[in-house]
């Protein structure tokens, strides 16, 4: 090389070196660091994502679960596709498992046996992996219930309560899917089923049947198509929408508890880098950790048990995975009576309402309602300020409405084995859970918005008459009391910050000149179902009542509510 | 502001003070603390290897028996619980790290509305407007028109190539009345034969009370056993004859049996699960799937849950040599409805 070949370089070099403001880097990861940086600018956006602050809450932990679990699916999921054979083609089982020694079964099936007898750790990775699927659904379930129970669908969030929605129900399927692979004699009755869920969509039942299962059921291609929406299909939709939750999580920043320092305005937690870093990188151990524990030591849906799908034999206690138990529940309440004949044609209603509409309709409800509340409401805000569930009545007792009716679906699914254990008739059984489906939301929802607004109304009395210390005091002329003390701000903040929406005042549906309209009806609707919503309500206390009740308690000064942190202590004659 | 000078609601009083913890005023505590984290790691990389281990050195039949737990296989016990270990230890000492050693005074950031300024949202517009004009969408309305329709098609091959070659829908209706029971025009009757061992049956192997699982005899020329099996499955049972009941749905069952012997699909007419369970006592046939409840006695009528429909009935007799046979196929579709179950 030339001289000044050489100088050239060394004068670019120089140049760029008073571009970086740090100087070379030093140390290997400093040098790929800033390799990796000049190719793609990721300094810039990975010092805002390090700095962004997290809420802490347990119940935030929950959407972690689910997210945990799914990777842990994905990844155990890779696994089992390297010895899994996605084939209905019959084989003559040759394993190690003796009992099946012989017996004529589908390659998917065998193959099965293999990964659970012959691949070493197979059991463990097939384990974990059926175990962490219910995880992901039972841990979404939750972190959905939370969401809603705060009211942290509200704006702006509702776009991603919808996803969470379509997650939701995704998830269902990508569960039964995979649990149908195997082609065991449980999950392969479980796509019998199916199949007869099918033929009962009206008028083009028995067609989509033919073309699901390319020609009469089993055929030959169910298996091999299930895998495909099961490995790629449904997991594919599944990581895109949660990428996009996750983005929006990040574009909105998560929301937070109600607390002092806490305003619609911040979000107060912990930054990225370090705590969060090492608290939900921990937490994505632990969680695995502990569905590898219970793979270890819990067997979860053992095929070899079952024997190969054939259509003739069937074992009593026949149930799905637990998240489809709620709909084969439905089909075990809806009676026969609602199949009907029309013009000669057969409308199976008994089986369509509950094995095709529940799902989706469910899922209709469950993601319209943030658009309900909020057309009830009139509320255009944003809401970063999660709400405690006491301080919503209406809207908790609605969730718990919803979810005693899934529960006594999910009780039906189980209406031979309760029957068995409790030594009853599964008949009154039955006949009981079909009149419960409908009577116990209601009772549910009276109850827990009486629950709701008793808790409101402690809430206002520990505010307003402060803490029962459990310190008695005798007078002087012999009269006892015990000594309330007053609640410090900070505890106290928590209490009084809630917002009690009085309900929209009835219109008479008529518009100014007493012209009943279109739009005049639907805003009277519009009140009607904020009554609905607001007619019971509790306020949260003012200073001033708050003054007032130190005032009637007739004691020592009453504080500005303020005033200085400390407790006072303060007493109440009662 | 009320009467009395206070406002009428309270205010936020702010974070409150910052409690300290053990480890942050006391050194002796704040190395605990790292000793536990680096204990926990440690407990980490034990598991690890000692999966590695487990992997090569146990066999994958050996079976110990575990206490609550039952015989299990060692191999899957062992891997799994250093697995979790080595998992474990890592989740462990990772939170417990975070919530000792770093800090944990909370940080404040700023929230700034969702929605973007005005100024924005007219930039947006304003370059979406003049991409349009430049394209000049609006002088040339044909390109729009047929650009959209061209859009809006564009995707109806593949769905079309999609939905065409998943199966045959046409045969569908045909198929779905047809089993291999079904005796051809002037076609011998088909005998009964056991599920799985494929014997044929006497009708005096039968005895009163008993319930056997019977195929086809055409079964064994079948091309595609399952789904043959899964619309030909019968139960047959002996019922004494004066146990059916005394009424059309009872004479009926009796006349379609023989000496009290009858046959029913064993497809049940809700969902399609086998029709297992035989209750000897009651005469009641019970779908395990959704507890469906079948008379025998009245012809396999619907008397509890969700199918409506009786289990279709299988015409039998005897032949020359004493054999239960069926002359002729079910009279109607057996298995789950479907809209064009009667046409």
Redesign the interface.
Same mark, same amino acid.
């Given at each position: 090389m030339s001289t000044a070949a050489s100088a050239r370089a060394a004068d670019l070099r120089a140049g760029d070196a008073k571009a970086a403001p740090l100087g070379a880097p030093k140390t290997a990861a400093g040098k790929v660091a800033v390799w990796a940086d000049e190719r793609t600018g990721i300094a810039k956006g990975a010092s805002v994502m390090l700095?962004?602050?997290f809420p802490?809450h347990w119940s935030f932990m929950l959407g972690e679960v689910a997210m945990y679990s799914m990777i842990i699916c994905l990844l155990t999921g890779v696994f089992l596709t390297f010895w899994f054979v996605p084939s209905m083609g019959e084989v003559a089982y040759q394993g190690?498992y003796l009992p099946l020694k012989g017996i004529t079964m589908s390659e998917a099936y065998s193959s099965t046996l293999a990964i659970s007898?012959?691949v070493?750790?197979g059991? +463990?990775i097939r384990?974990i992996h059926h175990w962490a699927a219910l995880m992901f659904v039972v841990s979404l379930s939750v972190h959905m219930f939370r969401v809603f129970f705060t009211g942290a669908f509200r704006k702006?969030r509702e776009i991603n309560w919808v996803i969470g929605t379509i997650l939701s129900m995704l998830a269902l399927i990508e569960g039964f899917a995979g649990y149908s692979l195997p082609d065991d004699l449980l999950s392969g009755?479980g796509i019998?089923?199916a199949?007869?869920?099918m033929?009962?969509? !009206?008028?083009?039942?028995?067609?989509?049947?033919?073309?699901?299962?390319?020609? *009469?059921?089993?055929?030959e291609?169910i298996i091999p198509r299930l895998y495909s929406v099961h490995i790629l299909l449904l997991p594919a939709i599944l990581v895109g929408l949660f990428a996009a939750h996750l983005i929006l999580v990040m574009?909105?920043?998560h929301t937070q508890y109600p607390g002092?320092?806490?305003?619609?305005?911040?979000?107060?937690?912990?930054?990225l880098m370090?705590?969060y870093t090492?608290?939900a990188?921990?937490?994505?151990? +632990?969680?695995?950790?502990?569905l590898?524990?219970i793979?270890? +030591?819990?067997?979860i849906n053992p095929i070899w048990a079952y024997g190969p799908?054939?259509?003739?034999?069937?074992?009593?206690?026949?149930q799905p995975d637990w998240y489809m138990g709620f709909a084969?529940g439905a089909?075990?309440? +809806? !009676?026969? *009576?609602?199949?009907f004949?029309i013009f000669?044609?057969?409308?199976?209603l008994?089986?369509f309402l509950g094995?095709i509409l529940l799902i989706p309709v469910m899922y209709t409800i469950t993601g319209a309602y943030p658009f309900i509340e909020r057309w009830v409401t009139g509320d255009n805000r944003?809401h970063?300020l999660l709400d405690r569930p006491r301080n919503a009545p209406t809207r908790t007792a609605l969730g718990v409405a919803a979810i005693t009716a899934y529960i006594i679906l999910f009780l039906a699914a189980g209406?031979?084995i309760m029957a068995i254990r409790l030594q009853m008739s599964?008949?009154d059984i039955?006949e009981a859970l079909r009149v419960l489906f409908f009577v116990a939301p209601v009772l549910a929802f009276w109850v827990t918005k009486r629950i709701c607004l008793s808790l409101q109304r402690h809430d206002r009395d520990t505010v307003l008459h402060g803490r029962e210390s459990g310190t008695l005091v005798r007078t002087a002329e012999g009269k006892y009391y015990e000594v309330h003390e007053d609640l410090d701000?900070?505890t106290?903040?928590k209490l009084?910050?809630f917002e009690s929406p009085a309900p929209i005042a009835i219109g008479s549906g008529k518009d100014a000149n007493g012209v009943s309209s279109k739009a005049a009806k639907k805003e009277r609707r519009r009140a009607k179902l904020s009554r609905f919503y607001f007619k019971d309500r509790v306020e949260?206390?003012?200073?001033?009542e708050l003054?007032a009740a130190h005032h009637h308690g007739e004691h020592e000064a009453i504080e500005?509510?303020?005033a200085a942190?400390q407790a006072v202590k303060r007493a109440k004659q009662d | 502001m009320?009467d009395?000078g206070?406002? &009428?609601?309270? %205010?936020?009083?702010?974070?409150?003070p910052h409690i300290h913890r053990a480890a942050d005023d006391d050194p002796r505590a704040a190395k605990r603390a790292e000793r536990q984290v680096a204990a926990l790691f440690t407990l980490s990389i034990i598991g690890t290897l000692g999966f590695i281990v487990s992997?090569f050195a146990v066999p994958?039949?050996t079976t110990v028996f575990?206490p609550f737990?039952g015989k299990?296989?060692l191999?899957?016990?062992l891997?799994?619980?250093t697995?979790?270990?080595?998992? =474990?230890?890592?989740?462990?000492? &990772?939170?417990h790290?975070?919530?000792t050693l770093?800090?944990?005074e %909370?940080?404040? %950031?700023?929230?700034h /509305?969702?929605a973007s300024s005005d100024e924005d949202r007219a930039k947006a517009v304003g370059i979406l407007n003049a991409g349009a004009e430049q394209a000049q969408l609006k002088r040339r309305p044909i390109l729009k028109a047929t650009g959209a329709t061209a859009m809006g098609l564009f995707a109806l091959p593949l769905g079309v190539q999609l939905?065409g070659s998943?199966?045959?829908?046409t045969?569908?209706?045909e198929?779905?009345k047809e089993t291999i029971w079904d005796v051809p025009e002037g076609g011998k009757p088909i005998r009964l034969v056991r599920?799985v061992e494929r014997t044929p049956i006497k009708a005096s192997d039968v005895a009163i009370g008993s319930v056997f699982?019977i =195929?086809p005899e055409t079964i064994k020329d079948s091309k595609?056993v =399952?789904?043959d099996?899964?619309?030909a499955?019968v139960l047959l049972m002996r019922l004494h004859p004066s146990s059916f009941a005394n009424d059309s749905l009872g004479e009926k069952a009796k006349s379609w049996g023989y000496e009290g012997i009858v046959a029913y699909s064993?497809?049940?007419t809700?969902?399609?699960?086998?029709v297992?369970?035989y209750e000897q006592q009651t005469h009641h046939l019970l779908c /395990?799937?959704?507890?469906?409840t079948f008379d025998v006695t009245r012809d396999c009528n619907?008397i509890?849950?969700?199918?409506?429909?009786a289990l279709p009935q299988l015409k039998i007799t005897v032949d020359d040599e004493g054999y239960l046979v069926a002359p002729q196929g079910f009279a109607e579709p057996v298995?789950?409805?479907?809209?064009?179950?009667?046409?």
């Open positions: 700095k962004k602050v802490d190690s007898f012959d070493r750790g059991l +463990l384990q702006p009755t019998r089923a199949e007869g869920f033929r009962s969509i !009206p008028i083009v039942g028995s067609w989509v049947s033919y073309i699901v299962f390319g020609g *009469a059921f089993p055929g291609a574009v909105h920043k002092p320092g806490r305003t619609e305005n911040n979000v107060v937690g912990f930054p370090p705590v090492a608290k990188g921990g937490f994505f151990f +632990l969680v695995f950790g502990l590898t524990l793979s270890a +030591l819990v067997t799908y054939d259509p003739s034999p069937v074992t009593a206690g026949s084969d089909l075990r309440l +809806l !009676p026969g *009576a609602l199949e004949e000669g044609f057969t409308l199976s008994n089986v094995a944003e970063h209406n031979d599964i008949n039955t701000p900070y106290r903040w009084v910050s949260p206390v003012t200073p001033a003054a500005a509510p303020s942190p | 009320s009395k206070l406002p &009428a609601t309270f %205010e936020n009083p702010g974070l409150p992997y994958n039949d575990i737990i299990t296989i191999l899957n016990i891997l799994g619980v697995l979790a270990v080595s998992l =474990l230890g890592i989740g462990f000492g &990772a939170v790290w975070a919530k770093m800090s944990d %909370e940080v404040i %950031e700023e929230r /509305p969702i939905a998943m199966g045959n829908p045969k569908a209706l198929e779905s599920d699982h =195929l595609h =399952l789904a099996k899964a619309k499955a064993k497809i049940c809700h969902v399609g699960c086998p297992g369970l /395990p799937c959704h507890q469906s619907v509890f849950g969700p199918a409506k429909r298995g789950p409805s479907y809209w064009e179950r009667k046409k």
